[in-house]
């Protein structure tokens, strides 16, 4: 499952590539958490391992992929 964080002030956004073990229910709970202030950091963990920190207060959008990883290949 693929997310893209956009975070204020800066043109580029946030991409995270999650394990196949991460759940949309589970994600979506750790963003809200995040940006209704229970939590100052969004934290979540890539496919490698690598934990990724994304401050609260600078997170302006949040896009959650699809749980079954299908990317489109190609021009189209």
């Known amino acids: 499952m693929d997310i893209r964080i956009g975070v204020t002030y800066t043109p580029k956004e946030v991409a995270v590539e999650l394990g196949d073990d991460a ?12 940006l209704d202030g ?5 934290w979540l963990q890539d496919r490698k391992g ?4 994304v401050p609260s207060d600078k997170i302006s959008y949040v896009e959650i992929g699809s749980e079954e990883g299908d990317r489109p290949i190609g021009f189209g």
């Open 23 to 34: 759940k949309v229910d589970d994600i979506k709970a750790q963003v809200s958490a995040a």
């Open 38 to 42: 229970t939590s100052a950091v969004l």
């Open 50 to 53: 690598r934990h990724i920190a």
